[in-house]
Nanobody, 121 residues
Framework: QVQLVESGGGLVQPGRSLRLTCVAS????????MGWYRQAPGKQRELVAT???????NYADSVKGRFTISRDNAKNTVYLQMNSLEPEDTAAYYC???????????????WGQGTQVTVSS
């Protein structure tokens, strides 16, 4: 069994920073694209940023220049550094792994349980 576990959320003032971490656990051989998504109350889940196994990245326009996604393939971990946070960034943030391969099976479109980020003064 494989799973994703996020951490690092919390309450922060506007303009401050947070770093989210997502660790994939299990007997994992490799993971393809990983990403962060968010969902605010009453809104649909939206893409924040994705990163391929080789390191190429993609960002939502609303976070470009403020957020940075990175990953450590040896640790099966993806990070989201969030700077200059705004109240509009308040949401539950979810980690996603597009394809996760073990020695015996593959899991597709795996999601974590989410971590809450609240930006407020």
């Amino acid at each position: 069994q494989v799973q994703l576990v996020e951490s690092g959320g919390g309450l922060v003032q506007p303009g401050r920073s947070l770093r989210l971490t997502c660790v994939a656990s299990g007997r994992i051989l490799s993971i393809s694209d990983m990403g962060w998504y968010r969902q605010a109350p009453g809104k649909q889940r939206e893409l924040v940023a994705t990163i391929a196994k080789g390191g190429s990245t993609n960002y939502a326009d609303s976070v470009k220049g403020r957020f940075t996604i990175s990953r450590d393939n040896a640790k099966n971990t993806v990070y989201l550094q969030m700077n200059s946070l705004e109240p509009e960034d308040t949401a539950a943030y979810y980690c996603n792994a597009l394809r996760v391969f073990t020695a015996t099976f593959a899991t597709y479109d795996l999601w974590g349980q989410g971590t809450q980020v609240t930006v407020s003064s």
